[in-house]
């Protein structure tokens, strides 16, 4: 395992909603409180959650701010999440609750959702900086894909994104150019 299962929770979120985000590999799919409903199906967080269309704007407007930890090295993420932490008026605390053992919250449970989830993200981060893991943030190595993800793997070699079906994709791709070459 390369991160503590909060901290894994924390980043899979993350990265579930920036993919949400219109792009070459699809459309916008955080628009609706429905669409809210899915990603907390998945992403489940505890505290105060209202469900309604502000709270799903006010989600989709950090979307560009995580956003930006895919698009930046190690050193240029210590500012971005510092700035995170400070805009949610981070608190750290251990808590335990729902079948998860003792971990870390850093901002109220009435805290509006959107901030809970950003601090969460940068919290998360704050790990990976910390582990000198920062290389593991990546964006899909397929030429018509943008999706993001964490690298898990034991060695650190994953190249595609799993939103999609980019690494088989582009398999094929690879597969056909050299069966096309020797034949040529």
């Not at 593991?136 to 070699?157: F, K, L, M, Q, T």
């Amino acid at each position: 395992m390369v991160f503590i299962r909060d901290t894994e929770l924390s980043l899979r979120a993350a990265v579930y909603l920036v993919n949400t985000l219109p792009g070459f590999d699809g459309e916008d799919t955080l628009q609706t409180p429905a669409d809210l409903d899915r990603y907390l199906a998945v992403n489940p967080y505890t505290g105060t959650i209202r469900r309604d269309e502000a709270e799903v704007a006010a989600i989709r407007a950090i979307r560009p701010r995580l956003r930006q930890l895919w698009e930046v090295d190690r050193e240029g993420a210590v500012p971005l999440v510092n700035e995170m932490l400070r805009d949610g008026h981070a608190l750290p605390r251990l808590v335990i609750h729902d079948g998860f053992d003792w971990h870390i919250h850093a901002t109220s449970d009435d805290a509006p959702l959107a901030t809970r989830i950003l601090v969460e993200a940068a919290m998360a981060f704050v790990d990976v900086i910390r582990a000198d893991e920062y290389d593991r943030v990546r964006v899909c190595s397929a030429d018509d894909c943008e999706s993001v993800y964490i690298d898990y793997s034991r060695n650190g070699s994953k190249r595609y994104c799993d939103t999609g079906n980019c690494g088989n994709r582009m398999n094929v791709i690879a597969y056909r150019e050299r069966k096309a070459q020797e034949s040529a």
